[in-house]
């Protein structure tokens, strides 16, 4: 992770003052950081009325379809077939990604693009919630 660089760094910074001050903040910047970035991380969930990404929200009657992508066909959804329209929430360090279509004519959004380590279990809750509604 390129967040441990930050170990390294503040080393070469203290070292040649205290040594052991050198390893404390090191340490302890280190988990400042890791703890920020859990904090900080979006989280993406689906009620019956809407699927909620970061602070972003979907009302699950404008939903359209929605398709999962894995390896290659993840790349190509993330590259070369991106429509620049498009709503994204992707990680780079996430392989796998949904894709949702918006069925909303004020909403000049196609669709939008989420990372995600389960994506049959987000699909299905979305499906699940798109069934409770009809």
């Given at each position: 992770?390129?967040?441990?660089?930050i170990?390294?760094?503040?080393?070469?910074?203290?070292?040649?003052?205290?040594?052991?001050?050198?390893?404390?903040v090191?340490?302890?910047a280190?988990?400042?950081?890791?703890?920020?970035?859990?904090v900080?991380?979006?989280?993406?969930?689906?009620?019956?009325?809407?699927?909620?990404?970061?602070?972003?929200?979907?009302?699950?009657?404008?939903?359209?379809?929605?398709?999962?992508?894995?390896k290659?066909?993840?790349?190509?959804?993330?590259?070369q077939?991106l429509?620049?329209r498009?709503?994204l929430?992707i990680?780079?360090?996430?392989?796998?990604?949904?894709?949702?279509?918006?069925?909303?004519?004020?909403?000049?959004?196609?669709?939008?693009?989420?990372?995600?380590?389960?994506?049959?279990?987000?699909?299905?809750a979305?499906?699940h919630?798109?069934?409770?509604?009809?």
């Open positions: 992770m390129s967040t441990a660089l170990i390294p760094a503040c080393l070469l910074v203290f070292l040649p003052i205290n040594s052991t001050v050198g390893v404390i090191a340490f302890a280190y988990a400042v950081i890791v703890v920020l970035l859990i900080s991380t979006p989280a993406v969930t689906v009620s019956a009325t809407e699927l909620v990404a970061g602070r972003a929200r979907l009302p699950i009657a404008v939903i359209g379809g929605v398709e999962g992508f894995t290659e066909a993840a790349q190509l959804e993330r590259g077939r429509d620049a498009a709503w929430q990680r780079g360090w996430i392989d796998p990604v949904i894709k949702i279509g918006v069925d909303d004519a004020a909403d000049p959004t196609p669709y939008w693009l989420l990372s995600t380590r389960h994506p049959d279990a987000l699909i299905a979305i499906e919630a798109r069934s409770e509604r009809a």
